[in-house]
């Protein structure tokens, strides 16, 4: 069977996600509509500018946050690195220590990196074989000298969700600033950001919907933080550049249409299509493992590992036949790099490293459709196998 990439969307919505129509019809307005710099003192400006701060406002109610801790941005990599290395140079005089885990997203471990090259200590906490993070490691880490702890909210190759609550909790004792990559986690499941005391926090819009190129950096009030470019004083001289008013304000409807209730019946949607994978490959006696945490994960994302099943052989013979998964994160895809989260989780001779798959769901795929991958998947598998 093959699924056909004009009649169906890909099973393929961690590493992007399709532009709803409902952005592009928002930021087609906007580009003919607000032309506009928005710095531009005439009427023209002043009226992007008004779309701009409409655009910051809803961003901010919607997660419960003050307008002006809203930082616009060209994404996740961005925020990673300005959240990161800005924190490290405003509080080296404090000390020089700082705590991640060995599954970030490459954004923040690259950030990691560079900082250790300027003299920075990084400690980089290790995770089960399910890919969780134990809270005790990170309370046995911390030192007077730990200046930052970054952990992401949601881990992109296996959907794990992290006990951002409970390390947010025990930061509240130690004046380590608390940054959390939420790229993956962002329009999935409620960010409660005053709730489990987070400083920074790291969002994009091409996860939910909304266009590439844009995203967020939440910084709390009262936080230092220098500008990593400099130039312009657009966003209150916080990131220099003028704005990108269409790709914004295409990010704030798509993120307005990630409500809570809409979460909620697309959680349940989820999960009813990793049930029907799951029982479909179990059907036709497909020999397949789970990797991750099924207690505490999201409902969009299923790491799949096929015993004595090449992932790179599979994933070719799936895209030729129309049908998307990956073997891992997109920001290290085309290199023949192992996964450096499961490497964490099972080891680095560890078989399933080379036999496991990334499988993600999202806005446009039916049951039908998921039903039709899912006997593809099987029947692929079991002839690949062979």
Do not use: W
């Amino acid at each position: 069977y093959t699924l056909s990439l004009h009649d169906a969307l890909p099973i393929y919505h961690a590493a992007t996600t399709p532009l709803h129509p409902e952005v592009i019809k928002v930021m087609s307005e906007t580009m003919q509509t607000f032309f506009g710099n928005p710095s531009s003192i005439h009427h023209y400006g002043r009226d992007a500018h008004t779309q701009l701060e409409l655009a910051r406002q809803a961003i901010a109610q919607q997660l419960g946050v003050k307008e002006h801790e809203i930082i616009f941005n060209s994404g996740g990599t961005e925020s990673d690195n300005t959240a990161i290395i800005g924190t490290a140079l405003s509080k080296q005089a404090q000390g020089k220590h700082i705590i991640t885990t060995q599954i970030e997203h490459p954004a923040v471990i690259e950030s990691m990196r560079y900082l250790e090259g300027l003299g920075f200590e990084v400690t980089y906490l290790p995770v089960d074989q399910k890919g969780q993070l134990a809270v005790s490691e990170v309370e046995a880490a911390l030192r007077p000298d730990t200046i930052l702890v970054s952990i992401m909210t949601a881990n992109n190759e296996t959907g794990n969700l992290l006990p951002i609550a409970e390390i947010g909790a025990l930061l509240r004792e130690h004046p380590a600033v608390f940054h959390t990559d939420a790229v993956q986690a962002y329009g999935k499941i409620p960010l409660e950001i005053n709730e489990n005391s987070i400083d920074l926090l790291s969002i994009s819009a091409h996860k939910i919907n909304g266009p590439k190129g844009i995203g967020f950096l939440y910084k709390r009030d009262g936080l230092s933080l220098p500008a990593l470019l400099h130039g312009g004083e657009q966003e209150e001289k916080r990131r220099a550049g003028t704005e990108n008013l269409a790709a914004i304000m295409g990010m704030a409807k798509a993120a307005s249409l990630h409500t809570p209730e809409a979460q909620q019946a697309a959680a349940e949607q989820y999960q009813t299509f990793a049930d029907v994978l799951m029982d479909t490959l179990a059907a036709q006696g497909v020999d397949v493992q789970l990797n991750g945490d099924p207690a505490h994960k999201l409902p969009h994302i299923l790491n799949l590992r096929f015993p004595g099943v090449s992932s790179d052989l599979l994933l070719m013979k799936l895209d030729l036949k129309g049908a998307a998964i990956s073997t891992g994160s997109a920001c290290t895809a085309g290199n023949v790099e192992p996964s450096h989260v499961l490497e964490a989780m099972v080891g680095k001779e560890h078989p399933a490293i080379r036999e496991s798959v990334r499988v993600s769901f999202g806005y446009g795929n039916t049951l039908a459709e998921i039903e039709a991958f899912a006997q593809l998947l099987a029947e692929t598998v079991l002839a690949t196998k062979k």
